[in-house]
């Protein structure tokens, strides 16, 4: 396994870190490796649903303008908001 130095550490974030150690009944290293992991995979995630979002949003702007209905807009917008739920 690979081993990391880190310089320049603030004080109270070595205090946090050695808090949430023991707390989660780990050494400071494992506490560190763990909360290294947990922030890059959040990030991994994050950008994966950045893109699903992007990608739903440019299906979106391509189906804009098409919508093609029988009745005028303001009639279709009223029964739009009348089959909605409300939050009552």
Not at 52 to 77: F, I, Y
């Amino acid at each position: 396994m690979a081993s990391l130095t880190l310089r320049n550490v603030p004080l109270e974030l070595i205090q946090s870190l050695r808090a949430a150690a023991a707390h989660d009944h780990r050494s400071l290293a494992q506490e560190i490796v763990h909360l290294l992991d947990l922030a890059l995979r959040a990030r991994k995630e994050a950008g994966g649903r950045a893109q699903d979002v992007e990608a739903q949003l440019a299906a979106w702007r391509e189906l804009a303008g098409r919508w093609q209905s029988d009745r005028d807009p303001d009639t279709e917008a009223d029964q739009l908001m009348a089959a909605r739920s409300s939050c009552d």
